[in-house]
């Protein structure tokens, strides 16, 4: 410390008598100094007191009238006993390099350069001096981690940390293909995915400050073009290259590859997948002319698919009846007749297995009543009112539904007979005389194999009456073979008997019907609806 002491005269009280010892009487903290008129001794107080000398001297706080004004700028003041010093705040540092000083020798505070000092801001780091201090912030490549810019890298706890953008982002349908790092300004090099080409732009990537990766504007172009279309199909899965089919639903792949490849050459190689309908392996089963089943058939085209055909008859009117049969048939068709040696008046339930496909389906369906067959008869002419007629019936050819009617008919100019209407029953009430009626009604039950009917006997049959026949008239005596079954009604009316009553000569003309005469016996066939015209001449 260098003490400048300053020479305080304190002028003295003219002295009362020379004998006062004026030094004896000084303050502990005063010196005795000689007068400077040399007129003798005076009491001063050191340097740093304040006061008369001799009673009292009390410190001066030399730091109260400020530290800028006493030490300078950018100190701080110390006041001592009877004196000061002074010390640099922070950041500064006194320019004689004392620790501490008194300001009266130019010393003062001048600023720190912290820069100065390398790596003060750590690794990436960039320091920048300020008045009294310093602030951080990162270099290019580098970014403050923990805190924000600028830092204090001893107050804050922020660092700079240099920049890594990760492993690159690849763009749509490119492929990388060399990086030389991830932190800023690696270059990453890309190329083409297969099935592109490079159509333009820059294809390498850089790593930026902002940690992203940057400039790649490669664009692609597609080879093969959009994914292929498929009808009835959908895309399970695609990249540019490979394209991945399959069937809608209610769909199914009918053979072929399910995957669409783009080739070298800038074309897709389209799937073969062909999807078609799901279908029954049997649909569309319906009968046809009652006897026959037709059917299409669903599988590969080239397939031969064995059918099992299964069916059984039953009969309301005949529990012990029971027609089941089965025939295979094997087929590539796709559309299948087969016709069935069904039973007549018989309900039928018809299921056909695809064996191969597992596959069963069934339809029930009926017969219809068919026209019976015509009567086996002893065709003959008689010349008497009650001739015996002859019927022969082989057994089963009618069923049990089946009945006989005999017709007489008297001869008249023309007669009109329609075998399918109903005949009238009874001949007295009849008002023409040459109408026909039914004179017996014989259920096929009582037939047998062979039957004997005498005309105008005078009985009952069936209900009807047999009337006598009229001596001296003509007449035709008709059977008609009826089948029944509920409302449906099928007949056949066969020729039997002429009689001859009178001299009369008949000529028949059987006008619209097919006939066949036999030796013994006039078969008329042609079913319920026959009609005859009679014409005598
Ligand atoms: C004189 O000053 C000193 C410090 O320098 C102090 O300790 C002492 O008390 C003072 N004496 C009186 C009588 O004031
Ligand atoms: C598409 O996928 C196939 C099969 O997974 C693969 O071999 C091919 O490399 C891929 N192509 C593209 C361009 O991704
Ligand atoms: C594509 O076909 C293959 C074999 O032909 C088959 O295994 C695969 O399941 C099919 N994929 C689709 C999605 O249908
Ligand atoms: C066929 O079945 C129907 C309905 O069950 C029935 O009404 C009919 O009488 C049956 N026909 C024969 C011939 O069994
Ligand atoms: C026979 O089948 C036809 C058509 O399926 C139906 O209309 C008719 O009522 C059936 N008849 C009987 C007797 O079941
Ligand atoms: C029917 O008559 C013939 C001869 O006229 C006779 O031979 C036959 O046995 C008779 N049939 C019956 C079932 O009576
Ligand atoms: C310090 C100082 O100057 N002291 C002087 C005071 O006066 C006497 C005589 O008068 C001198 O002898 C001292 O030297």
């Known amino acids: 410390m260098i003490v400048v002491f300053l020479l305080c005269v304190v002028a003295g009280m003219p002295a009362a008598g020379q004998t006062l010892d004026v030094c004896a009487t000084c303050h502990a903290n005063a010196t005795c100094d000689n007068k400077s008129d040399g007129s003798g001794k005076v009491c001063n107080c050191k340097y740093g007191f304040v006061g008369n000398g001799r009673t009292f001297c009390q410190d001066k706080d030399e730091c109260q009238i400020g530290a800028s004004k006493i030490c300078g700028q950018h100190t701080t003041c110390h006041n001592t006993y009877g004196s000061y010093y002074c010390t640099c705040l922070s950041g500064y540092s006194p320019s004689n390099n004392m620790a501490i000083f008194i300001p009266n020798d130019g010393t003062h505070c001048q600023d720190i350069d912290e820069c100065r000092i390398t790596n003060l801001c750590g690794e990436g780091g960039q320091c920048r001096n300020l008045d009294g201090s310093f602030e951080c912030s990162c270099q290019l490549g580098y970014q403050v981690h923990n805190g924000v810019q600028p830092f204090h890298p001893h107050r804050d706890k922020a660092f700079c940390k240099v920049v890594d953008c990760g492993p690159p982002a690849s763009v749509e349908d490119t492929v990388l293909l060399s990086v030389t790092g991830t932190t800023y300004g690696s270059v990453a090099t890309f190329a083409c995915d297969e099935g592109f080409i490079w159509a333009r732009g820059d294809s390498t990537s850089v790593c930026g400050a902002n940690g992203l990766w940057r400039g790649l504007t490669m664009v692609c172009e597609a080879k093969c073009g959009p994914v292929p279309f498929l009808a009835n199909s959908e895309v399970?899965?695609?990249?540019?290259?490979?394209?991945?089919?399959?069937?809608?639903?209610?769909?199914?792949?009918?053979?072929?590859?399910?995957?669409?490849?783009?080739?070298?050459?800038?074309?897709?190689?389209?799937?073969?997948?062909?999807?078609?309908?799901?279908?029954?392996?049997?649909?569309?089963?319906?009968?046809?002319?009652?006897?026959?089943?037709?059917?299409?058939?669903?599988?590969?085209?080239?397939?031969?698919?064995?059918?099992?055909?299964?069916?059984?008859?039953?009969?309301?009117?005949?529990?012990?009846?029971?027609d089941k049969r089965k025939q295979f048939l094997s087929s590539k068709a796709d559309q299948l007749d087969l016709c069935l040696s069904l039973l007549p008046v018989t309900n039928y339930s018809i299921s056909i297995t695809a064996v191969s496909a597992r596959f069963t389906a069934t339809i029930t369906t009926n017969t219809s009543l068919p026209v019976p067959p015509a009567p086996v008869v002893y065709y003959r002419e008689f010349e008497t009112p009650v001739p015996t007629l002859r019927l022969r019936r082989s057994a089963n050819t009618l069923d049990p539904i089946s009945l006989y009617q005999v017709y007489v008919l008297p001869v008249e100019e023309i007669i009109v007979f329609d075998c399918s209407s109903p005949g009238r029953s009874d001949p007295l009430s009849k008002s023409k005389s040459s109408s026909e009626y039914i004179t017996a009604q014989i259920h096929v039950r009582q037939v047998r194999t062979e039957m004997n009917f005498t005309v105008g006997d005078g009985l009952h049959y069936g209900g009807f009456y047999n009337a006598p026949l009229e001596n001296g008239r003509n007449y035709y005596i008709i059977l008609r073979a009826v089948s029944q079954w509920k409302t449906d009604l099928k007949s056949v009316c066969v020729l039997w008997a002429k009689i001859k009553g009178t001299s009369y000569v008949l000529r028949v003309s059987l006008l619209s019907t097919a006939a066949s005469v036999g030796l013994f016996a006039l078969v008329i066939l042609g079913g319920y609806s026959c009609t005859w015209y009679f014409k005598k001449t």
């Not at 399959?246 to 783009?262: L, T």
């Not at 099992?308 to 009969?315: D, E, L, M, N, P």
């Open 236 to 322: 399970v899965w695609h990249n540019r290259s490979v394209v991945i089919h399959r069937c809608v639903d209610g769909y199914h792949s009918w053979r072929g590859s399910n995957v669409s490849v783009c080739g070298m050459s800038g074309v897709w190689q389209k799937a073969t997948l062909t999807c078609i309908e799901i279908k029954p392996p049997i649909n569309h089963l319906y009968v046809l002319n009652e006897k026959c089943v037709r059917w299409r058939a669903e599988k590969y085209e080239e397939d031969t698919e064995v059918y099992k055909v299964a069916y059984i008859g039953s009969r309301d009117y005949q529990r012990s009846f029971h």
